[in-house]
């Protein structure tokens, strides 16, 4: 007997013009714990970036779903990655965030690994007269079933069966490319400082925050009003603005001011056009990203996106650029990781420009997340009406989604399952579609 | 010896705090010289926090008074969903003390505790950590030119702003 029904969770009836999702799912503790085993748990997760350990025995902490982790490049460069529990007493081995050792000694009993995982010391296991059966089991920290790179982005997955992670992300890559190939050097890094917040509603809040061009200007007008007083100001005192000089999001806006992509597997993107101008950190690469990539793709690597890998990255590229690892506590808590993104070798003028308008923005002290924040707590608390089991926050942008891409993906050779062009009032909720798509793709063994 | 003696660094401290208490923004911004600095570092890794603003992120930097201007105006606008229902704040400050200084110029180390609670929600949060300040004499008055706020528990419940710091 499986708990849940998928049609009592998610309503997807296209010939009928219907997407709805229940308020169930950003509710239930039961169907919480099986998100994290099935969606968390059950495939391909971001656990960060090669750059965050970038010499032999360099490592980071992380967690998959429930399960602590730890990624470390061993003593021949490579990169591994491990749960993060002595096989002795399961206790967590590493308790720092990052660091660099050759060795890990278990704080409990001493049993100790080197930075590849392997089991170097069994504290007195001559003496210990252990039965013969002991040594079937391997004493090597369990690496995770699936762990794979692609361009710095880290994934790992503790299901075995899963597809590749060529064919997880897909033409998603190509949107990995282009915060990549921002860099001359081809990395990309966070910039030192993490921030960290938890707010008290859902983690599928934040997920559909980051691709929800409709509350921008509802959300966000204090921010807003401050951000156009800043550009009028050019004052050298004044924190410099990028979106006050981009018309993507004002409703006066004529024509296509950007749109909507989904892709298999639950990635999706919300974009907006931005124009190249000394607006933006990156201008001072302008000239030479069109010699290296094409205008085409220099434009895009412009244009404001946001995108998410489904379930756990997101990575916004507009004022500034920012990298977000959601983590879900309880139905009703997530923990949200920050970090500032910046291309490897980009100037100290772009990358001091790049961090001030982080801070205004992205951060849970600044101006403007804040305002999501208590937004999806306020969400959380209606999550409890019984009455009207339907939401109504998917609908927008129904009719303007197309199978495949458009002008503009092809410019770059981009092909999405889905696309919505979209001028600055559409501001499309369908793509939403594909996160519960994959979502009921991955939970499909626990749903009827 | 220091321009400013240890009781009168301490009450421009206290100052400071009732103003933030009392969510009186006007004087408090007041209490800064126009170039100011107003800092809080975010933490690097478990133990050592960020140090070059230009190169590493804080979470808060602003060079001038005139940014603190806009966080208020945010505030007040009623346009912040956020700043809608206001946190009562609390500000405790000790271990007050004039580190060095000579002439306009005193440096002030101390310790605080703010408690908060948010009144949208009925939590109640302690936000802690060490202060310095940097106390400038400024046209006969003494301001506030550099505050850092280096924040002990970083992990921020849903939002923190200028008057829970």
Known sequence: ?448 | MSALTQAEAARILYEEALLLDRLDFDPWIAMYTTDCIFWMPAWRDDGTQTEDPDRELSLIYYKGRRNLEDRVQRIRSGFSVASAVMPRVSHMIGNVLVSDGDGDVVRVASTFIVNVHDVRTRRNHAYFGRYEHELRLDDGAWKISRKVIRLMNDVVPTMLDIYGI
């Open chain 1, 1 to 448: 007997m499986k708990p849940f029904a998928l049609h009592d969770l998610v309503d997807d009836r296209p010939h009928d013009g219907v997407f709805r999702v229940a308020r169930t799912l950003f509710r239930d503790q039961a169907l919480f714990e099986l998100e994290m085993k099935h969606v968390f748990e059950g495939g391909w997760i971001f656990v960060g970036l090669a750059t965050q350990a970038e010499n032999p025995h360099d490592y980071f902490t992380s967690f998959i779903g429930r399960v602590p982790i730890i990624v470390s490049r061993d003593g021949e460069g490579e990169l591994r990655c491990f749960v993060n529990a002595c096989p002795h007493k399961g206790v967590r081995l590493i308790q720092k965030v990052c660091g660099n050792a050759r060795r890990h000694i278990c704080p409990y009993h001493s049993w100790t690994f080197d930075s590849a995982g392997t089991n170097r010391n069994i504290k007195w296991k001559k003496s210990g007269c252990y039965g013969e059966g002991f040594d079937d089991d391997s004493h090597d920290l369990a690496p995770v079933a699936q762990f794979g790179e692609y361009r710095g982005f880290l994934f790992a997955s503790l299901n075995p069966d899963v597809p590749s992670l060529e064919d997880h992300l897909g033409e998603a890559r190509k949107l990995l490319d282009l915060i990549v190939d921002k860099s001359p050097v081809g990395a990309v890094e966070l910039v030192p400082g993490r921030v960290t917040f938890t707010y008290a509603a859902n983690w599928k809040m934040q997920l559909e925050n980051c691709s929800d061009q409709y509350h921008f200007t509802s959300t966000h007008p204090s921010y807003i009003r401050i951000l156009e007083q800043r550009a009028k100001e050019e004052s050298a005192q004044v924190v410099k603005s990028s979106i006050a000089a981009s018309e993507f999001w004002q409703e006066d806006a004529s024509g296509v001011t950007g749109g909507t992509m989904s892709f298999d597997h639950g990635h999706v993107l919300n974009w907006g056009v931005m124009p190249v101008s000394a607006a933006l950190p990156e201008f001072e690469h302008a000239e030479e990203w069109a010699r290296l990539h094409g205008e085409a793709k220099r434009n895009w690597m412009f244009n404001m996106r946001n995108l998410t890998i489904f379930p756990n990255l997101q990575i916004a590229e507009n004022a500034s650029s920012q990298i977000r690892v959601i983590r879900p506590i309880a139905a009703n808590l997530t923990e949200m990781q920050t970090w500032c993104i910046a291309p490897r070798g980009e100037s100290d003028e772009a990358r001091s420009f790049r961090i001030r308008q982080y801070e205004d923005f992205f951060n849970p002290t600044g101006m403007a997340t804040p305002d999501d924040t208590v937004c999806y707590e306020e969400a959380q608390l209606g999550m409890a009406a019984q009455e009207r089991p339907w939401l109504q926050g998917h609908a927008r942008g129904l009719t303007a989604s197309v199978e495949g891409g458009n002008d503009y993906s092809d410019m770059i050779e981009l092909r999405p399952a889905r696309s919505v062009l979209a001028d600055a009032q559409l501001c499309d909720e369908s793509l939403f579609g594909s996160y519960y798509r994959a979502w009921a793709q991955r939970m499909s063994e626990v749903l009827a």
